[in-house]
């Protein structure tokens, strides 16, 4: 059975915000430079591979930077 609980493993307390941090952490995530980028490139790039092994390479690193 699954239970679904949304909930943080270690508490967090946020005591001021700082604008310039956040635009950093979210700029690594979802920039060009950013771990989806990367991603979405190595997915990408197996549609151009004559090998299986090597698609099947790129997609295990392509998904594996997902998780």
């Known amino acids: 059975m699954f239970i679904y609980e949304k909930k943080l493993q270690y ?14 952490i979210i700029s690594q995530y979802g920039g060009p430079d950013g771990e989806l980028g990367a991603s979405l490139r190595y997915l990408s790039q197996r549609y151009a591979m004559p090998f299986p092994e090597l698609k099947g390479l790129l997609t295990d690193i392509g998904t594996g930077a997902l998780v």
């Not at 967090?12 to 310039?20: E, G, L």
Request: glycine residues 0%.
């Open 11 to 24: 508490p967090v307390k946020i005591k001021n915000c700082n604008p310039k941090l956040a635009a950093v």
